[in-house]
């Protein structure tokens, strides 16, 4: 059974330097292709639903399979809401047994985000699930490339990331440094120093979302100040859209099945590369 918390791998990498990669999963694929790059290379893995795609994936019928592959992995896999925004999908994602829930309040007033993530980590912490909050907002939207330049002014602010994780007791915080969800215009700057004063006045396991698009080197100062958690999914998705765009000499008779098996086998070597580079490779307990 290797069915973890979400808790349990940030901590670990939070305190050892490296991070653990979120997949978001929208359909099988995503979950196989994942779970054999994490077993193949002895890394941990968070497997994200996230809240934008429940119209991809029914939870009712995919969380009873994701819960059930997470159990029987090799490796410690946490079973994680993204972007969770409406109390129902909360109590949903609790029900079916995720170990992690993000709570959203990124576009909130800073005291009505503090209000209501408390309020999940009341929820949450009652059935020993861990809770991710945002503070500062990302902009963008994953596969999205209709923004892709970050707002400055919407950047975390260190002294108010502090008083949010001490009054709201969340264990891992997404942080607003300069990353954008979905495909970046031009060369992601990321705010280091920023993140380093976060990290210094949090003292949490910080997470970057908008994975896809930064460089090794970004990836390696980000993870040296204090980012446990990398969320990816533009990357993971085009990587499987250029495989099958390739795919169209194939014959007519060709085996759909047999070709969705290359796709999840383009997915695993894509996750696998992150695992990689965020340091998480050999790192499974
Ligand atoms: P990308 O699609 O930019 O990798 O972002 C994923 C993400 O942050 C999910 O929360």
Known sequence: MALVTLKQLVDDAFQNGYAVGAFNVANMEIIQGALKAAEENRSPLILAVAEAHLGLLDLDVY????????ERASVPVAVHLDHGQTFGTFVKALRCGFTSV??????LPFEENVAKTKEIVRLASAVGVSVEAELGHVTGGEGDPSQGVADPTLFTDPEKAQRFVRETGIDALAVAIGNVHGIYRGKPELDIPRLARIRELTGVPLVLHGGSG???DDFRRAIANGIAKVNVYTDI???????IRTAHGLPPNADFSRFMAEVVETIKEAVAEKMRIFGSVGKAK
């Open 63 to 70: 969380a009873p399979i994701i819960i059930r592959e997470a």
């Open 102 to 107: 993000m709570f959203d309040g990124s576009t």
């Open 214 to 216: 930064l460089s090794d």
């Open 237 to 243: 998705s085009q990587a499987a859209m250029a495989k």
